[in-house]
């Protein structure tokens, strides 16, 4: 498989599930303690009842529902998950590649705690797709500023999957 083709393969398992995508790295220690602690977090912030209610337009309830002293967390795992696999595979090739993956897990906290009184055109996004949609912001600041740093400092040299201490 293509270097490019198993950096994308990685995104997307670890997109699915934190954890995953070290699993296709060969990382399974540090893909079994994502797993269980995004099982952790998932099971204490109620984070599947909230999804389901979400889905059913219910953003009351889910917001009920929700712990939010756990929730505030998921963000923060999921992302470092996801960008931990993907550099292991090799994705991170650019400076500052990190950047939009931490503006994600940034944004998306803050997604989390204003979710429970944020409406858009007086609707209600809940804990799930308000996080959903600050975590996209998140990515889109992150690659701004990764562009104007590159921009700033053209000579930074191209860097490579950093596969060392795991």
Not at 26 to 45: M, S
Not at 123 to 140: E, H, N, Q, R, T
Request: net charge neutral; aromatic share 16%; with cysteine.
């Amino acid at each position: 498989m293509k270097k490019d083709n198993q950096a994308l393969e990685t995104l997307l398992w670890s997109i699915a599930l934190p954890g995953f995508g070290q699993f296709i790295n060969g990382k399974y220690i540090k893909g079994i303690l994502l797993v269980i602690i995004e099982i952790l977090i998932n099971v204490q912030a109620r984070l599947n009842v909230a999804i389901v209610f979400s889905f059913y337009g219910q953003m009351n309830e889910a917001v009920q529902q929700s712990n939010y002293q756990w929730l505030m967390f998921y963000p923060c795992i999921y992302l470092f998950g996801i960008w931990d696999a993907y550099r292991d595979a090799g994705g991170y090739t650019k400076p500052y590649d990190f950047l939009p993956f931490l503006m994600s897990a940034y944004v998306g906290t803050i997604g989390v705690i204003y979710s429970h009184t944020f409406e858009i055109f007086g609707v209600m996004l809940g804990p799930i797709f308000l996080p959903i949609l600050s975590l996209i912001l998140g990515a889109f600041i992150g690659y701004l500023i990764q562009s104007r740093l590159i921009k700033k400092n053209p000579s930074e040299p191209e860097t490579s999957g950093n596969t060392e201490g795991s």
